[in-house]
C-alpha cells in the first residue's frame, strides 16, 4: 500500500535554529498538507499545498514557516527560526482527486 | 469560530464488547465527515467517511452514524479488539473546503483484554 515518507523520525533543534522536515507524499497525488500535534492536543491544519503554490495556510502558519516541493517527489516543511513552543508532532498529508487523505507517521521536532 | 468537538476524552471496553465513540461538529455547511485513528506514535489513519446526503455508512466492523439536526456523529466499532486501541479522531469539511481538516480533540479507545 502507498505511502507517505517523513524524515526524520524525530529531530531535535536548539532554539534559534532553522529546521527542514522532509517528506515524500504518494506519487501520483496532488494536493501536499502539513499539520502539526503538539502533545496532548488535536491536529492543526498548518498550510496546504497544490499546483506548486499554497493554496491556504492558517494562523499558525506565519513568516516563520515556509514550503517548498523542490523537485517531483519532495515536499518540506522549513522553520526558519525555531521557538520553544514549535514543539510537536509534524505530520505531512497527501491526496488524490478524492477526499481521502494519507498521512506520514509523523516527525517529532523538540526545540531545546 | 467553527469547531469540531469530543464529548468523553477516555472510553474504556470489553474486549468483544462494542463501542461507540461520540462526535459533535458546529458547522452545519459540512459536507463531508471522516473518522481516524490514531495510534501511539503514528500519523492519522483514515477508517471511514461519510458525506452529508448520508445518514448511515458501514464498513467492516465500523459504522458511521450522522444526525445533521443535531450536527453529531458518532463511529461504532462492533467486536472491539485490542487492536483497536487508539486515539479516534473525528474530522469535518466544509463545503469547497477540502483543502483543509478540521480534526477533534479525540477520544482515546482502551481495550480491556
Known amino acids: 500500500e502507498p505511502e507517505v515518507t517523513q524524515t526524520p523520525s524525530h529531530q531535535v533543534t536548539q532554539m534559534g535554529q532553522e529546521v527542514i522536515l522532509r517528506c515524500v507524499p504518494i506519487?501520483?497525488?496532488?494536493?501536499f498538507y502539513w499539520y502539526r500535534q503538539i502533545l496532548g492536543q488535536k491536529v492543526e491544519f498548518l498550510v496546504s499545498f497544490y499546483n506548486n503554490e499554497i493554496s491556504e495556510k492558517s494562523e499558525i502558519f506565519d513568516d516563520q514557516f515556509s514550503v517548498e516541493r523542490p523537485d517531483g517527489s519532495n515536499f518540506t516543511l522549513k522553520i526558519r527560526s525555531t521557538k520553544l513552543e514549535d514543539s510537536a508532532m509534524y505530520f505531512c498529508a497527501s491526496r488524490g482527486r478524492h477526499y481521502g487523505y494519507t498521512f506520514g507517521s509523523g516527525t517529532r521536532l523538540t526545540v531545546v | 469560530g467553527e469547531s469540531v468537538g469530543l464529548h468523553l476524552p477516555t472510553l474504556s471496553v470489553q474486549e468483544g464488547d462494542n463501542s461507540i465513540i461520540n462526535c459533535a461538529y458546529s458547522?452545519?455547511?459540512?459536507?463531508?465527515f471522516i473518522w481516524y485513528k490514531q495510534e501511539s506514535g503514528k500519523g492519522p489513519q483514515f477508517i471511514i467517511d461519510?458525506?452529508?446526503?448520508?445518514d448511515k455508512r458501514q464498513g467492516q466492523r465500523v459504522t458511521v452514524l450522522l444526525n445533521k439536526t443535531v450536527k453529531h456523529l458518532s463511529l461504532q466499532i462492533a467486536a472491539t479488539q485490542p487492536g483497536d486501541s487508539a486515539v479516534y479522531f473525528c474530522a469535518e469539511i466544509p463545503p469547497g473546503g477540502y483543502q483543509k481538516v478540521t480534526f477533534g480533540t479525540g477520544t482515546k479507545l482502551q481495550v480491556i483484554p
Open positions: 506519487s501520483n497525488h496532488l494536493y
Open positions: 461519510i458525506r452529508s446526503n448520508m
Open positions: 458547522n452545519s455547511a459540512s459536507d463531508y
